[in-house]
């Protein structure tokens, strides 16, 4: 049995052609909005995978989009562009707890008509 993958292109500009040459593997490829009081809207598009083999992420492609554009997925057999391994974020103690606290006061502030003190 030949592998499928998914064709990307973006505005009609081809992207990449993923997929896994190999028997077990899980791909995607997600749109994703988000809308935050008081924030940007954010758009974002990836296509990653699961190498099942090794438990391995990796990714194709993790992009922004802005409004109106068209992105195309086509249902294709190989061959598949390489991917590249998911690295995990790096952060100092610091920078994590600064995060966390910035998320906390944000979730505060967004629930407090929901806590009770």
């Known amino acids: 049995m030949e592998n499928i993958g998914i064709n990307i292109r973006i505005n009609g500009e081809q992207i990449t052609r993923a997929g896994f040459n190999k028997a077990h593997y899980v791909l995607h ?27 391995s992420h990796v990714n194709w492609l993790n992009t922004t989009l ?6 195309t997925l086509e249902i294709v057999k190989g061959p598949f562009d390489a991917s590249e391994p998911r690295q995990p974020p790096v952060a100092s103690e610091e920078d994590q ?21």
């Open 29 to 55: 490829a997600m749109a994703a909005f988000a809308r935050r009081g008081g924030r940007n809207d954010a758009f974002g598009f990836r296509v990653g995978g699961l190498d099942s083999d090794v438990d």
């Open 66 to 71: 802005n409004l109106g554009d068209i992105v």
């Open 97 to 117: 707890l600064k995060y966390e606290l910035e998320l906390f006061y944000r979730l505060k502030e967004e629930l407090k008509d929901h806590i009770k003190e």
